[in-house]
């Protein structure tokens, strides 16, 4: 997420989301997938809560943004796997495009 700042500096970022905003949620990310390795399902639900706080704290609405990325208790690796990787290029549509 980072390196759209420094390829595109003033064009990433729109409206609601900072340079600050970005680097906070790619560092969550990269803790999330830390997280992931031991608990796939707890890092899904870290890297959801943290970027929520981001979203909310800029006026979106995390609830509706995030809704699709959820994996049940039961979802095996692979498909927790999936949805970090969908939540993680949602996260980037957003920094880049706004909501």
Do not use: C, K
Not at 23 to 36: C, K, T
């Amino acid at each position: 997420m980072t390196a759209w700042i420094r390829v595109y500096p003033g064009s990433a970022l729109p409206r609601r989301l900072t340079a600050d905003d970005v680097e906070y949620l790619d560092g969550a990310m990269r803790h999330a997938y830390g997280v992931f390795n031991d608990d796939p399902v707890t890092g899904l639900d870290l890297a959801r809560t943290m970027a929520a706080s981001v979203l909310n704290l800029r006026g979106l609405d995390a609830d509706t943004l995030l809704r699709p990325f959820h994996a049940s208790q039961d979802a095996d690796r692979a498909e927790v796997l999936q949805t970090m990787g969908a939540l993680a290029a949602a996260i980037d549509r957003i920094a880049v495009d706004g909501a």
